[in-house]
């Protein structure tokens, strides 16, 4: 039982971490602008 609710709050921390991560990338592109910032973000996102 408790295992499994580390487990999930692992889980859950790593989910914040990759929200956090996501929401940066917008703000940044979203503060560059334009098609450029989205494709250089689509692009690094590829590779």
């Not at 499994?4 to 996501?22: D, E, F, I, K, Y």
């Not at 990338?25 to 690094?44: A, D, F, Q, T, Y």
Request: charged share 10%.
């Amino acid at each position: 039982m408790w295992r499994s609710v580390t487990r999930w709050r692992g889980l859950a921390q790593v989910a914040v971490a990759v929200l956090v991560v996501v929401a940066v990338l917008v703000v940044v592109v979203v503060v560059r602008g334009g098609k450029v910032g989205w494709c250089s973000l689509l692009w690094w996102l590829w590779w």
